[in-house]
């Protein structure tokens, strides 16, 4: 017996997720090799693999202070097509479901961006520290 998962060929690559909070988070190739105690060009190479080893995956999810199922379950396809098909045309036809109404509330809405904005805080904040981390590594050269 076979387990299927909700999108059946759908395939989350790991490597490119890592890359991709990398550069939200602002955080270059070479100062996340030196964190990893590894070279710039094994970084590249380890953003190209589909799957990363769980010891190396929670050594990353750490230093970016990322959960690691993020990097495991974000895809930008999937995320791409569940908005899409939210707030498209038919978006507040959909929402009838046999005579009852399910709405998205207001509050919801706000909520969400309230957290999105305590992201972004936070990712900013997180970039500061790692720009003083290597500015003192730069100093202590």
């Keep these: 017996m076979t387990t299927h998962t909700a999108m059946p060929n759908h395939k989350v690559h790991e490597g490119r997720n890592i890359k991709r909070f990398r550069e939200m988070l602002g955080i270059k190739q070479d100062a996340l090799a030196f964190d990893l105690n590894m070279s710039q060009q094994a970084v590249s190479l380890l953003e190209q693999k589909e799957t990363i080893d769980t010891p190396l995956l929670q050594k990353i999810s750490a230093l970016l202070k990322i959960p690691v199922e993020a990097i495991q379950n ?4 999937q995320a791409v097509n ?57 100093e202590g050269k």
Excluded: C, W
């Excluded at 961006?113 to 520290?129: C, G």
């Design 74 to 77: 974000f895809d930008e396809e």
């Design 82 to 138: 569940i908005i899409s098909n939210t707030f498209g045309d038919n978006a507040f036809g959909n929402s009838f479901n046999y005579g009852t109404m399910n709405f998205h509330p207001v509050e919801k809405l706000v909520q969400l961006h309230e957290e999105k904005i305590a992201l972004y805080e936070r990712m900013l904040k997180e970039k500061d520290e790692m720009m003083a981390r290597l500015e003192k590594l730069i």
